[in-house]
């Protein structure tokens, strides 16, 4: 989770399309990752959250939030990112190994 969002506090610009696709890739690879008994329920459900934000962002970027906005916003999501990576060490390398 650190590593996707990271790749968005790196761009100037974010696009809503662009982050509508991570989301998409987000939702069916933690799908995947609980049916397959990778993750656990709760890693799953704590990992919605990210997935959330990431929504709340591409909806408010849709209607014209200001970037310095959505940077605020992406730094939150950082840091709920690198907490959730503490509880769940492994879920960051299971995600991005599914690209």
Request: aromatic share 4%; net charge negative; hydrophobic share 40%.
């Amino acid at each position: 989770m650190e590593t996707l969002i990271c790749r968005f506090e790196k761009l100037e610009n974010i696009k809503s399309e662009v982050l509508d696709n991570e989301i998409m890739f987000l939702a069916d690879t933690l799908e995947m990752l609980r049916i397959t008994d990778e993750i656990s329920n709760d890693a799953f459900l704590d990992a919605g959250m990210i997935q959330g934000g990431l929504s709340i962002i591409s909806n408010l970027l849709s209607q014209g939030l200001n970037p310095e906005d959505v940077r605020n916003q992406i730094n939150r999501l950082k840091q709920k990112s690198i907490a959730l990576s503490k509880t769940y060490p492994e879920l960051d390398k299971l995600i991005e190994e599914r690209r």
